[in-house]
């Protein structure tokens, strides 16, 4: 299933939920968890987490609905060839599903925008899986 956005995100997702604010939210309180995990902050190759902490809120907002810098500034998402690099394995995906939906719950959404973003990103978390060998450290719990 493709994660770009072709029109099957509900118009005005972006604003509805409170727009560029609440997606910085969102995406600083998970990467505050990526830095305390270090099996997952192992799959990040960079010393600073800012600049993959930028890509994915961009990503993010462009997918809901928001400004298309993403695209603008990094052309097509093509998630799965850009993470290709990457053993992302089940535990992986594991863990960052949890840090993920700790950071959306911190957010109290409206129960059905929640849903809706809860139900992508176990999707897009399912979707990058890549690899099935290497470590299977427990995800946190």
């Known amino acids: ?3 770009c956005h072709h029109g099957g995100v509900t118009e005005g997702f972006h604003e509805r939920v409170g727009g560029t604010e609440t997606f910085r939210l969102l995406v600083e309180r998970f990467y505050a968890g990526v830095a305390q995990d270090p099996p997952l902050r192992a799959l990040y190759p960079e010393d600073d987490l800012g600049p993959a ?3 994915l809120q961009l990503f993010l907002e462009q997918y809901w609905g928001g400004p298309h ?3 603008e500034t990094r052309g097509h998402p093509r998630l799965r060839i ?8 089940p535990a992986q995906r594991d ?3 949890h840090h993920m939906l700790a950071a ?3 957010l109290e959404l409206a129960p059905s925008d929640d849903a809706e ?10 979707f990058m899986v890549n690899a ?3 470590p299977e450290a427990p995800a946190p719990s």
């Open 53 to 55: 902490a930028e890509r």
């Open 104 to 106: 959306l719950d911190s």
């Open 95 to 97: 863990r960052w599903l």
């Open 1 to 3: 299933m493709p994660l």
């Open 69 to 71: 810098t993403y695209t």
């Open 117 to 126: 973003l809860r139900d992508y990103l176990v999707r897009a978390a399912q």
């Open 82 to 89: 850009r993470h290709a690099p990457y053993a992302v394995t």
């Open 132 to 134: 099935f060998d290497g």
